[in-house]
């Protein structure tokens, strides 16, 4: 069922009566949400994260055998795992291969490190194929110059005590160890093709997200599996969210909205972007996100008198994530009373939210929205050199959907919503010399129109 809308009289209504909604003391920065606030735990936890039928689905679409991440984002979508090599910035922190067959294991490629972080056993992840060191040197072939499996690597022996009673997560570390010791690769290209085999890949096309694996593969013995430039496909497939991606983006979004509405009620003239961004920070960690982007002012250039200043609008456009889930929210803000034109602007601007969020629905077209966006605020006095329509899908990524897969003949998109997408319709409104604005809201489509995935309130805020 479609969203009510929040507040319609006051977004649509009289410009008096919305100065009053939203006007609010510049120095609430912080009272409604206490320092001990935890995200809410989600409904479902540890899920793995894929959308395994919409994966399926692709993959077959494009002719692809499989596909293979080593982007961070994509391993983490494929295996729940980030792993540490990630959080050292390392060129090559790790693997994710995965085959079309929806009955196949996936497999995390990665240094043994990971091993006990698997063991513990907290939430579901994919498979480990571990790889250790030491397997440096001329490639060994055989008679035909194939190359071949020199074994396995090194790795380091953590020594366990057997005159203590371990605890049970110990016991499994051990266990892990073990493991590892008997399936260790010699290297992470080795490792890769013996995930691949385990799939059952030894030929045939597999998507990749990174070319680089391509040259990796070429030091194995998998000489008739092909990698193609495919990051687009795993957008694609993460267009249409999980019922655990969801759990995750309704609290990541849901914060973010929060800690975007909280940061701006505590704005004061002579504020600079970065006091403002220090505050968004700050609310984002009390309430469990960690912070993507933030802008305040114009887009990329911040404050035109280097500080806020009364008498000009200007936006806040906000992102923040909960377990990598983004929240996307923007609202126009400013200190003192509006002019006539600042009014008739933030009027065109809410009414096209409002058109493009009637429209919501399965089978709409991305260019259907920009259309509707674009059209209502020009045709409400909105200059159509100032007006901007952009849909774009949200979830591990702020643009979380590819705009073209020319590898697969897609020179581009315009994009179906589909039940499960979660999305933005970006509004902006930007004229140097004036101030700028804008009403962005996270929603998920449903089987009739979407679901609002942080508060619709407050599209102008008057400090």
């Given amino acids: ?98 085959a079309a067959d929806p009955q196949a294991p996936i497999y995390l490629v990665a240094g043994s490190s990971v091993a006990w972080d698997i063991a513990n056993g907290d939430r579901e992840t994919a498979e480990l194929m571990p790889y250790g060191f030491g397997g440096g040197g001329d ?153 993507d982007s933030f802008i305040a002012g114009f887009p990329g250039g911040g404050f035109p008198d280097g500080m806020m200043v009364p008498g000009k609008p200007f936006l806040v456009d906000a992102v923040s994530n909960y377990k990598g889930y983004m929240g996307d929210i923007a609202r126009t803000f400013m200190i003192g009373d509006p002019s006539k034109e600042i009014e008739v602007r933030r009027r065109a601007n809410q009414l096209a939210r409002e058109a493009v969020f009637d429209a919501i629905k399965p089978g709409v077209t991305y260019s259907t929205l920009r259309t509707i966006g674009f059209d209502t605020m020009v045709k409400n006095g909105m200059p159509d050199y100032a007006a901007f329509v952009t849909p774009h899908s949200v979830g591990l990524q702020h643009d979380d959907n590819p705009f073209r897969l020319s590898e697969f003949g897609v020179e581009s998109f315009d994009h179906v919503l589909e039940e499960n997408m979660t999305l933005t319709v970006d509004l902006p409104y930007l004229e140097v ?10 929603f998920r489509v449903t089987k009739t129109g979407y679901e609002p995935m942080n508060t619709e309130e407050d599209p102008f805020i008057i400090l």
Wanted: one cysteine or more.
């Fill in 1 to 98: 069922m479609k969203s009510s809308r929040i507040n319609r009289r006051t977004a649509l209504g009289g410009f008096a009566a919305a100065a009053t909604a939203t006007t609010v003391s510049a120095h609430a920065q912080t009272d409604s949400v206490s320092t001990a606030y935890a995200a809410p735990k989600p409904d479902i936890d540890g899920k793995l994260l894929v959308n395994r039928p919409r994966a399926t689905e692709v993959l077959e679409r494009f002719g692809l055998v499989g596909m293979i991440a080593l982007n961070p984002i994509n391993v983490y979508y494929l295996t729940n795992i980030t792993t540490i090599g990630v959080k050292f910035r390392s060129q090559y922190p790790g693997f994710a291969t995965y």
């Fill in 139 to 291: 490639i060994q072939r055989d008679s035909n110059g194939v190359p071949v499996d020199p074994g396995a690597g090194r790795t380091r022996k953590y020594h366990v005590r057997d005159d203590v009673m371990l605890t049970e997560r110990e016991k499994r570390w051990a266990a892990a160890q073990d493991k590892v010791g008997r399936e260790l690769a010699s290297s992470s290209a080795w490792a890769l093709a013996r995930a691949l085999k385990a799939q059952g890949i030894t030929k045939g096309k597999v998507a990749v997200d990174d070319m680089r694996i391509a040259e990796f593969l070429t030091q194995t013995d998998l000489v008739d599996v092909e990698c193609v430039p495919g990051y687009g496909v795993f957008q694609l497939i993460r267009m249409v969210k999980t019922e655990q991606e969801l759990a995750y983006q309704r609290i990541g979004s849901g914060n973010n909205g929060d800690a975007c509405l909280a940061t701006i009620r505590a704005i004061e003239a002579g504020m600079t972007h970065e006091d403002i961004a220090h505050i968004f920070r700050y609310e984002c960690a009390k309430r469990g996100n960690d912070v």
């Fill in 433 to 442: 010399g004036y101030g700028c604005g804008h009403n962005e809201d996270l």
